[in-house]
């Protein structure tokens, strides 16, 4: 157990609609991190919020939108969901906000289908 | 072409084999990781490495930053140890990581 949890673990829903994925990190980390990870592009890191402020920006889709709180969960939102989003959406966590030098704690994954 | 490859894609091995798995990458690095993706889903950090080798049981990582090469290696394998290896590099340019599309590994009794 990495001390990393997501919810939802599975969300089936319609092309066109919005859903919200959740992350709360490890206890003590400010970094998150969220990943998306389909089966023919593999892993590609989204985006970066550190203690409550976005510090890097990766191959997000407009359409996306995440958020980190004062708790230090976070949230990513989907909307406007198409086929190609359906994925593993994970999230990981690291104490500082040096994404490569630092050991992430990855969470379970979301597994999001869209039909 | 990927800036993260992996080697190979799929490994099929016996229970006790020694097992390699390569990593090349095409970018400037301050650090290599190695991931472990186990079949229901879960991603576990391995190692992270920015020269030399680590040791970890039975698990190994070396890299060669000249060479811009990565190994894991995996002594006495075991059927527990059959999932996705991931290995990702953190690219100066772009302050996160970088993944290998991973190598998916197979370890029979």
């Known amino acids: 157990d990495s001390g990393v949890t997501q919810t939802p673990k599975h969300l089936i829903t319609a092309t066109g609609q919005r859903v919200t994925l959740r992350c709360s990190p490890r206890?003590?980390?400010?970094?998150v991190y969220w990943y998306q990870q389909s089966l023919d592009q593999g892993l590609q890191f989204l985006i970066q919020y550190y203690n409550g402020e976005e510090r890097a920006k990766g191959n997000i889709l407009e359409r996306f939108s995440a958020q980190q709180f004062p708790d230090l969960h976070s949230e990513l939102n989907l909307s406007s969901l198409e086929l190609g989003d359906s994925a593993l959406y994970f999230c990981a966590s690291s104490d500082g906000g040096l994404a490569g030098v630092e050991t992430q704690y990855f969470g379970p994954g979301t597994r999001l289908l869209v039909l | 072409k990927n800036e993260v490859e992996q080697s190979p894609q799929n490994l099929t091995a016996q229970e006790g084999e020694f097992i390699t798995i390569n990593c090349s990458y095409s970018?400037?690095?301050?650090?290599l990781h190695w991931l472990q993706q186990h079949p229901g889903g879960g991603i576990v950090s391995l190692f992270m490495?920015?020269?030399g080798k680590k040791k970890h049981g039975r698990l190994i990582a070396t890299i060669n930053i000249q060479e811009k090469h990565s190994s894991l290696h995996i002594t006495a394998s075991h059927p527990r140890d059959s999932a996705v290896y991931i290995c990702?590099?953190?690219?100066?340019?772009?302050?996160?990581?970088?993944f290998g599309k991973g190598t998916k590994l197979s370890v029979k009794p």
């Open positions: 990702a590099v953190d690219s100066w340019s772009q302050g996160n990581l970088i």
């Open positions: 206890s003590g980390d400010l970094s």
């Open positions: 970018v400037g690095i301050s650090a």
């Open positions: 490495l920015s020269s």
